[in-house]
C-alpha cells in the first residue's frame, strides 16, 4: 500500500511541478488554433482519437462518466466527465500536456474534439479568485526581478 501511496503522490506532483524553469518559460510560446473550429461531440467521440495514445482510456471514459458531477446545473455530462477524466490519475493528462508542449503543432491535431469539449466545459464554469501554485525543481531565484511580471 506503501508504494501505491507513493506513486500516487508522485503523479500529483507532476501535475504541479517543472523540471526546469525554462520548461515554464517555453509552455505559451505557441498558441493553439483550429480545435475551436471543430463541433462538439461526446465524450466517447472525442476519445477515440486519442485512444493509441492514452492505454486503457476507454475504460476510464466510463468511469469518469460514472464518477463526475452528474447533477451539474452547469455542465452536460460528457463535459463534466471530460473535466473528470482530465483529473483522474491516468496518462491522459501529462499526454495531452506534452502534445500541447510540443514544438510541432500537428501533434495535437488528433487531441483538438476532446480540446473543445474540454475547453466549453471549463468556460462555463464560474470563475474562482484564489492562488495557484507552481513549482520547478531548480533555484530560480537570479532569473526572477520584482518590477517584471513572468507568465508561466
Not at 476507454?58 to 455542465?75: E, F, G, H, P, Y
Not at 501533434?107 to 474534439?113: Q, R, V, Y
Request: charged share 25%; aromatic share 8%; net charge positive.
Amino acid at each position: 500500500m506503501k508504494r501505491h501511496d507513493s506513486q500516487l503522490m508522485s503523479q500529483r506532483i507532476k501535475r504541479y511541478a517543472n523540471t526546469s524553469f525554462l520548461e515554464l518559460q517555453e509552455i505559451n510560446r505557441s498558441p493553439i488554433h483550429g480545435y475551436e473550429d471543430i463541433s462538439l461531440q461526446s465524450l466517447e467521440e472525442t476519445t477515440e482519437r486519442i485512444i493509441a495514445f492514452v492505454p486503457g482510456l476507454m475504460d476510464n471514459v466510463a468511469k469518469a462518466k460514472l464518477n463526475c458531477n452528474r447533477d451539474s446545473t452547469i455542465l452536460t455530462l460528457d463535459e463534466s466527465a471530460a473535466i473528470y477524466l482530465y483529473t483522474m490519475p491516468i496518462p491522459l493528462y501529462s499526454t495531452l500536456n506534452k502534445a500541447l508542449r510540443a514544438e510541432n503543432r500537428e501533434e495535437l491535431k488528433p487531441w483538438f474534439a476532446f480540446l473543445k469539449l474540454f475547453m466549453c466545459a471549463l468556460e462555463k464554469l464560474p470563475s474562482n479568485r484564489t492562488v495557484v501554485w507552481r513549482a520547478t525543481s531548480e533555484n530560480i531565484t537570479s532569473t526572477l526581478s520584482r518590477d517584471r511580471v513572468h507568465t508561466w
